[in-house]
C-alpha cells in the first residue's frame, strides 16, 4: 500500500527486505539446487561422505572427467524412454486444454446468463465435486473402465481429466462472464443473433483474457497430474510425473534415481517458463472469484 | 440491474441454456457424479475368497489330506462375478476400515484410557484419518498466516522489482506435489544437502527423516504450508489491492499503529477471501497424498487418500471394495467439512430471494 502519509521506520524496511529474502530463498532454493544437482553424478548429489561434493563436483570429476555431465537427461530421455512420456504428456494437455475450454465457455456462459434457480444449484454441485479427491473418483472409475476395457488408453484418460477439471472450469470462467455487460448480448439478440451467434461473435471476442487464464489452469492440471494418470494408464502410456514415479521405484539402479532428478528438472522447466510469460493471467485467475467474495 | 427490459428479466431461455449446458453436465454426470455411485456400489462387495479344494495324497508311508488353491476354478469365479461377492457393510466394519469389533475388544481388554487411544489409533484407518485430520489441522491455519504476511510484505516493496518477486513467489504452488516433495527430499535425505549438515552439526550420524515418525509428519507438513502459502499468498495480495485508501489515510491522522490499522481496516476488508482460502485450502489438504509417496513416508505416515491408492495398487488382486469403503468414507468427511459453508450460502440464497 502506497500511502503518502505512511512513513516507514527504517528498521521496519529492513526487517521486511529481510523477510523477503529469507521467503524467496526458501521458495526458490530449492529448485536451484535440483537443477544444478541434475548435472553431477548420484555420488555427488547425494553424497554419502560429504556434502560438499555436490557443489566441487569430486566424483563427476573422477566419473565423466568434467565437472558438469549431462548423462542423467541423455539416459533418462533415451533408455529411460521419459520421450514417450513427455510426448504422451504433450498429448493429452493439448487435448485437455482444448476439450475443457469448449466445454467450459459454452456452460459457463449459460450460467452467467440465466436467473434461473438451478444455475445456483449447478454451481454448488460442481463446487461439491470440485472438493472430491481425485482418489476416490478414480477408485470408482477402474472397475468400470477394466469391464469395458478402455482401461489404460490415453483418449480415457483425457476425458477423466477434462472431466475433472469441468468445476473449476466453470467456477473461473462464470466469473469473468459476470464481467461482460449483458447489454452487449442483449443487442445482439434484439438484433436477430442467435444465442449461439452473439455467444460466438459479440461474447468470445472480449473474453481473450479468461479464456487464457482458465486455459493455463486447465494446462497445469493436466500437466501435473499424477493421481489420475498413475492409476488409469497403462505403462506404455505414461504421462511424465508417473514416469518420474517409477525411476524412484527402481533406484536400485546406480542411475536411476539421477534420472528422477533430471527428469523432475525436464518436466518443471517447460512449466516455469509458461508462468513466468502468462504471469499476469495467472493471478488474474486465482483471484477471480476470490477478489468479489 | 440497470435496464428493467423482459430480456434482462431473465436472459436466457431454459431450452437455451440446455443445450450450452448440455456438454459439460454430461461430461460431469459421467465421470464425477457415475464414478461416485459405482464407488457406493463397489464398498458393498469384496473380492472373493480362493477356491480351496481337499487333494488326497497317497505314498507308501500313508496317506495325507491337503488343502490347496484350486487356481482354475478362482479364475472361472472372478471371471463370472467381477464385482465380487456381496459384502453389505462388512467391509465398513473389518478391521482395516472402521474396526468395530477390534474396537469392542480393546474398550473390554484395555485397563487405561491412554492404552485404549494408544491400540485404536494403531488400527490402519484411524491412523491414517488421524494423520489427514493433523495435517489439515497444522497446514490450514499456518498457510493463512504465511500468506497473509508474504503478501503484506511484499506489497511494501516497490512496485517496479515485485514481478520477479511474486514469480519466485509462486514456485512451490505451480510444480505438482509429488515433484515439490521430492525436491525438498532430495535436500534433506541423510545424504542431501540440509540432512547431511543437520546430521554433522547434531553429530548423530544415525539422525535421518525415515528414522522418526514425528520427523516424519514435521517434515511433510513444513512441505504442506511451503506448497499451499503461494495460493494464499496471491489471493491475500490481490484482494489487498481493493483496500480502500481514504479510511487508511484518516486512521493514520488519528495515530492508529500499523498493527492496529491492519486489524481494525484491512482484515475485516479481506474477510470473505479469508474464508474462501481457508476453504480451498481444506479440500486440498484433506486430500493430502502425493507428498507421502515423494517423502517416501508410507512407513509412518499414512493419509486416507494413500490408503485408498494403495489398495489400488495391490499387487495380487485390487481391492476394489476395500478402495470404495474408504473413498465413500472419505467423502463423508468431505461434506462434514463443507457442510457450514453449504448452509451459508444457502441462507444466503433464502434470504436474497
Redesign the interface.
Known sequence: MDYGLDRKSTSLKTFNTIFIIVWLLIACFPFIWTFWGSFKVRADFFSRSDWWYAISAFNTLIETGGKFTTDAYTQAWTEGEFWKASKNTIIVTVFVVSISLFLGTLGAYALSRSTERYAFWILIAALIFRAMPHITLVSGYLFPFFQLQIWGILPTTIVVLVAINQPFTLWLLYSFFKTVPKELDESALIDGCSYFQAFRHIIMPVMWPGVITAGLFSLMLAYNDFTVTALLLNQENHTMVPKIQSYLGTNQHEGNLMWAVSAVVSATAPLFMLVMFFQRQVISGLTAGAVKG | M??N?P??????P?K??FW??L???L??I??????????GI?SFYAQHDQVVKEVKKCDPFGCTVSIVVDNEETTKLREAK??GKFNGFGTYVDRNHLAIDEIKKFWNETESFGGFVDQVTNLPFYKALIFTLTYCLFVTPNVLLLGF??AL?????A?KIR?P????????M??????GS???F??I?S???IG??IQNLMNDPYLSLKSSKTLTWITIIIYGI?HHS??AF??F????Q??P?EP??AA??DGAS?FQRIKHIVLPHIY??VT??ALISL?DN??V??PI?GF?AEGSAQS??WL??D???NEEV?L?GS??AT??M??VG?AI??APV?IR?WKE?KTAR
Not at chain 2, 518477486?165 to 512451490?172: C, K, N, W, Y
Not at chain 2, 505451480?174 to 515433484?179: E, F, H, N
Request: neutral net charge; charged residues 5%; proline residues 6%.
Open positions: 440497470g435496464i427490459s430480456l434482462t428479466q431473465n436472459l436466457m431454459n437455451t441454456f450450452f449446458f456438454p459439460t453436465g461430461a460431469m459421467l465421470f464425477i457424479g457415475l464414478p461416485i455411485i459405482s464407488t463397489q467381477p464385482l504476511i508474504i510484505s511484499l506489497n511494501a516493496v512496485r514481478g518477486l511474486i514469480f519466485g513467489t509462486i514456485l512451490p505451480i510444480v505438482t506435489p509429488l515433484v521430492l525436491v525438498l532430495w535436500m535425505d545424504q542431501g544437502i547431511a549438515n511451503w503461494p495460493f496471491v489471493v495480495y490481490a484482494a489487498l481493493t483496500v485508501q487508511v489515510e493514520i491522522i500499523r470473505p477471501v474462501f482460502v479440500m484433506f486430500r497424498f502425493e509417496i517416501s486416507l487418500s485408498i491408492y489398495n489400488l495398487v485390487i476394489f478402495a470404495a473413498s465413500m472419505t467423502i468431505i467439512l463443507l453449504l450460502t440464497f
